[in-house]
């Protein structure tokens, strides 16, 4: 069975950076759109970047364009979202998720999600 595991959430302080992993196991994904998503109390669920694992083509959404990437370990079948310069209002349950269309940003096209990591930034 498919398994997501992210990590790499935490405490930061506006400026800082953080690197979010998700462990994928269960099948290869080669064939699969890898996708980080967040989610804030009382809001709907977006997506902020994803990533066609085969290929590495790439999708950002523009809540966070330009500072975050996303990128993959084949080796390790580890996904990554590296965050540059937080800020408060990214403060946010980060969930990865898998998907079989390609480079969608539709929730719905996601059968496969993480339990999510909560990323944190202070003024």
């Known amino acids: 069975q498919v398994q997501l595991v992210e990590s790499g959430g935490g405490l930061a302080q506006a400026g800082d950076s953080l690197r979010l992993s998700c462990s994928a196991s269960?099948?290869?994904?080669?064939?699969?759109?890898m996708g980080w998503f967040r989610q804030t109390p009382g809001k709907e669920r977006e997506i902020v970047a994803s990533m066609w694992w085969s290929g590495g083509n790439t999708y950002y959404a523009g809540s966070m364009k330009g500072r975050v990437t996303i990128s993959r370990d084949n080796a390790k079948n580890t996904l990554y979202l590296q965050m540059n310069n937080l800020k408060p209002e990214d403060t946010a349950v980060y969930y990865c998720a898998a998907s079989t269309y390609y480079l969608s940003s539709r929730i719905s096209e996601y059968a496969y999600w993480g339990q999510g990591t909560q990323v944190t930034v202070s003024s």
């Open positions: 269960g099948r290869t994904f080669n064939r699969y759109t």
